[in-house]
């Protein structure tokens, strides 16, 4: 005989099913212990508490606290933990005005799933005063707060004292335009080496982080990455003074990115730290373009690489472009014994190309690249701030100001190396490439190097890049001068505008560079020579000439106005060739004096020579000088007779 239901028991147990349903998804209070999962929700503003003590306790797949309804609050100042596969608390429909409060007596723990997760586009806000643990026992990527997958209001405070720790998985994930504050510990464990980050933005653009405390990754500090080549990306992180950023395996910052549509925004006061164990590990690695203020510490540890794997670069940040302004320390530094990596302050580059007929080779930047310091630029055996990769039609430039350093160089490198992209290079500053004996060496493009201010100072060679329109210019202020030992060669043209240039040696300067006296002084009193392609005199200017002798292979412009005074009288002052009905020599002639006195020419066969009239007055002298000379003779002969 079929099995026929009884009607009224079926409705009974209905009822019983639906009033337990009920009292679960209700507002709630767990003072003791509790293995009921629990909803606040469907109906609207449902709260939720744990007390000091109290433990909410769930296994299997089932999540602790289910929040369905907008305005849900949930206050735990006790203990939610998941034994088993399920989430300690789960928001998956979007829902509005969700607070979460774990307090200073709250943990919340999962085995083997995220501890937080919510999604859609609801609203939210956790206040972490506590402790968020995901132990993940599968390493299968379980966060300690997930809300990756958010597209409306988020915002996670994790306070002083308080910890969010994930192991083998990242530690937060923020949704997209979410608000992470923290001033206590946000942390990824690993042990396997895998992709276990601090905070990870994922493709979500519009995150904001603000941080006085730990940022601790088992792989990057923080990290984030542009969807595709045609979405806008933006990121902005603020490190704020005693604030840690660091990667342990990786980097302090990492985002990757396409092109200049990807902007990051870094302003450090605290440190920010890369360490690159077996692979690369820079402090910031934006593949984009950079907005970067720096009061503190940017500095990649080391970076690795495998033997006959090439040179591995530890670089204190790594950008394809933007704007890098510095009063503190941007440094990359290699442990000791590491051969097979460089350091590097500042890479300025565009992504690796992997394929193709370029590929190993990087591709050119994506904006304009604009570094001003007056702190510390180093680079460990390498560059302190390097250009590299395809030419780009963008320009760098550089201002190192007062009290600023840029300090690096090694075998064949300079502690400033341009590549293929204009270079503009402003230093008030120092420039030391001691270490390889190059301070500045610039690419194939129209450069330009400018000294200015009376604090200046190079440590090494100055290689302009060969380019007829590249300019090295000595602007040092009326007063001041810049003194340089080393050689300055791979510049159309040498001009002095106002200050003095001092040179030591013989030839510190490439013959082959046009000399421009734009109103400033060349001393050479302690040099032995010196040759330029041409002069051109476009301002009145002084030349200090010593006993040295100064060349020149041509004349250029001689402005209206303008005049040259030459001092010293036993120097040379020379112009390769004849000169004579030359009416711009004429005229340079005409406002040139030698010790304040009038010049005269001769060409020697070779040269035409410049030397001063003598005075009348000094002729007098001269002549009056030569008969006695003349009477003594006579005198001397008369005795001998």
């Known amino acids: 005989m079929p099995f026929v239901p009884n009607l009224s028991h079926t409705l009974v147990a209905a009822a019983v099913l639906a009033l337990a349903a009920n009292a679960s998804a209700a507002s709630f209070t767990i003072a003791d212990t509790s293995s009921t999962a629990q909803t606040l929700g469907p109906g609207a503003g449902q709260t ?3 007390s000091a003590g109290g433990q909410l306790t769930l296994g299997g797949a089932t999540v602790a606290v ?27 429909k979007g829902t509005t005005g969700l607070v979460i409060r774990n307090g200073a007596t709250g943990t919340m723990r999962t085995a083997d799933a995220d501890v937080i997760q919510v999604g859609g586009n609801g609203s939210v806000t956790l206040d972490n005063r506590g402790a968020l643990l995901s132990l993940n026992a599968s390493a299968g990527g379980a966060q300690a707060v997930d809300f990756s997958s958010m597209t409306g209001a988020n915002t996670i405070n994790n ?9 083998e998985a990242d530690a937060v994930r923020p949704g997209a335009n979410g608000l992470l504050s923290n001033a206590g510990t946000i942390q ?23 941080n006085a405390g730990l940022v601790s990754g088992g792989r990057h500090g923080i990290t984030a990455e542009q969807a595709d080549a045609a979405n806008a990306f933006t990121l902005h992180v603020t490190n704020e003074a005693g604030g840690i950023i660091r990667g342990t395996s990786g980097s302090g910052i990492n985002v990757d990115g396409f092109n200049g549509r990807q902007v990051v925004t870094i302003v450090n006061a605290g440190s920010i730290f890369g360490n690159g164990v077996t692979g690369d590990g820079d402090g910031v ?19 690795f690489s495998a033997p006959g794997a090439g040179l591995a670069f530890s670089e204190g940040v790594s950008a394809g472009g933007g704007r890098i302004v510095n009063t503190g320390t941007i440094e990359g530094l290699l442990n000791a014994g590491n051969g097979n990596a460089v350091g590097r302050g500042i890479t300025l580059a565009g992504n690796d190309i992997a394929s193709g007929p370029l590929a190993g080779t990087r591709e050119g930047l994506y904006g304009n690249a604009t570094i001003v310091n007056q702190g510390l630029i180093r680079g460990q055996g390498g560059a302190a701030i390097v250009a590299v990769g395809a030419a780009s039609g963008h320009t760098v430039t550089i201002d190192n100001r007062t009290g600023g350093r840029v300090v690096g160089g090694g075998a064949g490198v300079a502690a400033i190396q341009g590549g293929a992209d204009a270079t503009f290079i402003t230093n008030a500053g120092t420039i030391d490439g001691g270490a390889g004996g190059r301070a500045i060496a ?22 302009g890049g060969g380019n007829a329109g590249s300019a090295f210019v000595i602007d040092a202020g009326a007063g001041n001068a810049f003194a340089y030992a080393g050689a300055v060669s791979g510049f159309g043209s040498v001009v002095l505008r106002s200050g003095i240039l001092t040179l030591a040696s013989a030839n510190r300067i490439d013959a082959g560079s046009v000399l421009v006296l734009a109103g400033g002084t060349l001393d050479l009193s302690g040099a032995v020579e010196q040759a330029f392609a041409r002069l051109s005199l476009t301002d009145s200017s002084t030349i200090v000439l010593g006993s040295s002798v100064l060349t020149f292979n041509g004349l250029g412009d001689v402005a209206d106005g303008a005049a040259l005074s030459l001092a010293s009288s036993v120097g040379t002052f020379r112009f390769l060739g004849d000169y004579a009905g030359n009416a711009t020599f004429a005229e340079l002639m005409r406002v040139t004096t030698v010790d304040h006195m009038a010049v005269r020419y001769s060409f020697d066969g070779l040269y035409t020579n410049v030397q001063a009239v003598p005075e009348p007055s000094a002729l007098a002298l001269l002549l009056g000088g030569l008969a006695v000379v003349g009477w003594g003779m006579r005198r001397r002969g008369a005795r001998v007779c």
Do not use: E, K, P
């Not at 849900?72 to 789960?90: F, H, M, P």
């Not at 306070?159 to 192991?167: D, E, K, N």
């Open 48 to 50: 939720g508490a744990i």
């Open 66 to 92: 289910t929040i369905s309804g907008n305005g849900a609050v949930l206050d735990n100042l006790g203990t939610i933990a998941q034994t088993g596969s399920g989430r300690a608390v789960r928001d998956n």
């Open 159 to 167: 306070y002083s004292g308080a910890v969010m720790t994930a192991h």
């Open 188 to 210: 990824s464990l690993t042990s396997a080496g895998a992709s276990s980050d601090a905070i990870d933005g994922q493709a979500n653009s519009g995150i904001r982080v603000v």
């Open 285 to 303: 690695d934006v593949d984009g373009l950079v907005d970067i203020t720096n009061a503190g510490t940017i500095r990649s540890l080391n970076a």
């Open 442 to 463: 610039l690419g194939a493009a129209a450069n330009t190097v400018t000294i200015s201010g009376g604090s200046a100072a190079v440590i090494g060679d100055i290689d």
